[in-house]
């Protein structure tokens, strides 16, 4: 074998065993919801801009003793935006690797931070959302129609919803719309049941 085949081979290994490592030291930090779900992503990974992420919060008005959740959360950045400002905040996301950066991120903003929020590899559609005041989407329409009946169903009256881009189609139109940073974010709030309904 010449040289550089052999630093050819000597490169995939370390990378193998590199990306093996990851992995390991990402399991501490990353929990699965329930049964194990079926783990493809619905939405490809996309971010938040962060005059987005603060706009988001500021539409739902999270404050301290809010409890976020953000479905699809990526590298975390809303929930950890959410705990700086005193909320609890939790994020959910099927793919483990931006679940690696979320906890790296939450951990790097200080304990302060870091002890309010929580972090879970898991299917949001089977994830308990009934103590959530806010929740935060950056999905698409589709999945956010699919979602409207579990958070109509779990969220209490006067619970906030926050979507990045996407509506809940003529299903629901949202009770407010702005933008920021050249996005429209959307915002509904959890009405109280008819009665007899």
């Known amino acids: 074998m010449n040289g550089a085949r052999i630093r050819v081979a000597g490169l995939v290994l370390v990378t ?18 329930g049964e194990s779900p079926t783990l493809i992503p619905d939405v ?26 953000d479905l699809g959360c990526g590298d975390g950045r809303i929930v950890i935006a959410a705990a700086r400002r005193g909320a609890r905040a939790t994020g959910i996301d099927i793919d483990p690797m931006p679940l690696i950066f979320a906890r790296r991120n939450a951990r790097r903003s200080g304990a302060d931070v870091e002890r309010r929020v929580r972090f879970v590899r898991g299917d949001f559609f089977q ?34 919803i926050v979507s990045h881009k996407f509506d809940m189609g003529d299903a629901w139109k949202p009770d407010r719309s702005v933008s920021a940073d050249d996005a429209t974010i959307h915002l509904w709030i959890v009405p109280a049941p008819k009665p007899g309904g």
């Open 16 to 33: 193998a065993l590199a990306g093996c490592a990851l992995l390991e030291h990402a399991e501490p930090y990353i929990s699965t919801t």
């Open 127 to 160: 994830a308990d959302l009934r103590d959530a005041t806010v929740v935060t989407l950056y999905l698409s329409p589709e999945v956010n129609q699919r979602l409207l009946p579990k958070l109509l169903a779990e969220l209490a009256p006067g619970s906030r």
């Open 44 to 69: 490809p990974f996309a971010v938040s801009a962060e005059p987005v992420v603060e706009a988001m919060l500021d539409l739902a008005g999270v404050r301290a003793g809010d409890v976020l959740y």
